[in-house]
């Protein structure tokens, strides 16, 4: 199935089986936002649960907190958000559809990196294994052509920006010749700068009103709470401080589903650090992440690391895990080297000092920082996207059937076990309900008695329910039941005493923490 059409699907499916609906659909709706419906929300709980845990429970030196959405006006021109959170956006004149200049510029250089790779797929065909992918790259002049346009390409990008030169950026993109993906032309308005963030106003009369803005990111509410948490849990460095919390950006292009949204949901890890070691935590962090994605199974060959070139106002390094998403590799995470960047602004703008004293060098100085920021939003569609499948089975009468099935994780499944009599009567419905009264305090569990078993089961499939746990007859016999797997579709007769560790060594974040080690 291509790309696009199966991305399609996984948006009709997470709006059928209650996962993401558009927001205000009655409405038709509000752009670039979504609810999460029954078995959504679930799932997003999962996921959020999954990342907490991993840095709180975890570690020793790392702590949660929940700080507020509306913070002083004053953080935001102190973190540089007023002045520089700015995306430079442009119009095409025929289309009237309006895009972010960069991104156009970096589809351009991906489509020419996509060439090398199919002459790189070329080569290595021809030469099989005696083919040396370094030496081909540093030689074929082809190659290096392509490369030396990608390196000044992104080199001038960099430098208009640095110097904020939007003539420049608009120049970038009539010089390299690219078009509208719409009308096909090349007739662009000029390159204006964006501010992201929404306002709103703090105060009942509204002429007395301050401005104040919804946060754009959740670090800001980690760094003025810095010296709260350290002073009142006597943290010592390194020590980190973890919030999963709402941001807002009014995105210029807001597109793919949940992918960029304007109201959207991050979890973000500040780790405060000796200076001089950045370098150390900054490997230290990129690496434990990729382990935290690649221990989903999702499949490791989805996700890759991507340096960034253009670097944010508060950055040393940023590298993005990239993902592998039904569009394309995009951005899944960010691991920023911050610097003392934010505290010391906040310092400056506060007035009030934010220091730690070093015991072992016995003096005092602002933090360096490592951030680890993933939105839960995206997380969620990768999750959701590489999950989603649509077997062909054959029957038992021979004919093709088709099974949609999410094979989420098991400890990010939204339920974990369903409970089905194979019929109502004959005290096999009393008997499921007794089941289920045991299992629902330690699992999320799904009581279903209606239509035929097989429907019922593929219901499950459908929202990625690990277990089924079918009660009949033999079971009010001999306290057995069936259970099926989701994944490989085999019943096994269990006895029902057995059912709860048999579900929890599937389902346990247990399975996925170890892999962490
Ligand atoms: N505190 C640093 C920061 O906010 P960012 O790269 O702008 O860095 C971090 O955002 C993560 O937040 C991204 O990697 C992405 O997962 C998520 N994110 C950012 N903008 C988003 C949007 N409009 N919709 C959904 N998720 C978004």
């Given at each position: 199935m291509a790309n696009a059409d199966k991305f399609k699907k996984v948006i009709a499916h997470a709006k059928e089986y209650g996962f993401v609906f558009q927001s205000s659909e009655i409405y038709d709706g509000l752009s670039a936002v979504y609810d999460y419906g029954q078995n959504g929300s679930e799932l997003k709980n999962n996921i959020k649960r999954y990342w907490l845990d991993s840095m709180v429970k975890l570690h020793e030196n790392i702590v949660g907190i929940d700080s507020a959405?509306?913070?002083?006006?004053?953080v935001w021109k102190a973190s540089g958000h007023v002045g520089a959170f700015n995306d430079p956006l442009i119009d095409n004149?025929?289309?009237k559809k309006r895009y972010r200049a960069d991104v156009l510029i970096e589809d351009f250089v991906e489509k020419i990196n996509i060439k090398i790779k199919k002459d790189i797929a070329k080569a290595k065909k021809r030469f099989g294994?005696?083919?040396d992918e370094k030496e081909f790259r540093s030689t074929n002049g082809r190659i290096l052509d392509r490369q030396k346009k990608i390196d000044e390409i992104l080199l001038r990008f960099k430098t208009a920006m640095e110097k904020e030169d939007l003539a420049d950026v608009k120049q970038i993109i009539i010089d390299n010749g690219i078009i509208c993906p719409?009308?096909?032309?090349?007739n662009w308005t000029d390159v204006r700068q964006f501010n992201l963030m929404f306002d709103t106003k703090l105060g009942s009369v509204s002429e007395e009103a301050d401005v104040i803005y919804l946060r754009p990111e959740t670090a800001q509410g980690i760094f003025v709470n810095y010296l709260n948490v350290q002073k009142t849990g006597r943290m010592k460095l390194p020590f980190g401080i973890a919030q999963i919390g709402k941001a807002f950006r009014n995105e210029i292009v807001a597109r793919q589903f949940i992918f960029r949204m304007r109201e959207f949901e991050q979890m973000e890890m500040q780790f405060f650090i000796r200076p001089g070691e950045e370098d150390k935590w900054f490997e230290y962090w990129k690496s434990l992440r990729m382990k935290w994605h690649e221990a989903l199974g999702l499949?490791?060959?989805?996700y890759r690391f991507h340096d960034h070139e253009n670097l944010a106002h508060y950055a040393k390094a940023a590298t993005d895990i990239e993902f592998d998403f039904p569009f394309g590799f995009k951005e899944l995470e960010g691991i920023h080297s911050r610097t003392d960047f934010d505290l010391s602004q906040h310092q400056e703008f506060s007035g009030k000092k934010l220091q730690y004293f070093d015991p072992e060098l016995n003096k005092s100085y602002v933090p360096y920082v490592i951030e680890t920021s993933i939105g839960v939003d995206r997380m969620f569609l990768t999750v959701l996207a590489t999950s989603f499948e649509e077997e062909e089975i054959k029957k038992e009468n021979g004919k093709i059937e088709t099974r949609t099935v999410l094979r989420i994780p098991p400890a990010l499944a939204p339920i974990k076990a369903a409970i089905l009599p194979l019929m109502k009567k004959d005290g096999l419905a009393e008997k499921a309900r007794e089941i289920l009264d045991d299992l629902k305090y330690d699992f999320n569990c799904q009581y279903e008695e209606k239509d035929s078993i097989g429907k019922r089961y593929r219901r499950q499939d459908a929202i990625g329910t690990p277990y089924c746990i079918t009660v009949d007859h033999q079971t009010l016999e001999d306290e057995t039941v069936t259970i099926r797997e989701r994944d490989t579709m085999q019943q096994e007769r269990v006895e029902i005493r057995k059912l709860s560790s048999i579900i929890d060594g599937k389902v346990n974040f247990k399975n996925l923490f170890k892999k962490l080690r």
């Open positions: 959405i509306f913070m002083h006006p004053t004149k025929d289309s294994d005696a083919f719409v009308s096909g032309s090349k499949g490791k060959e989805k």
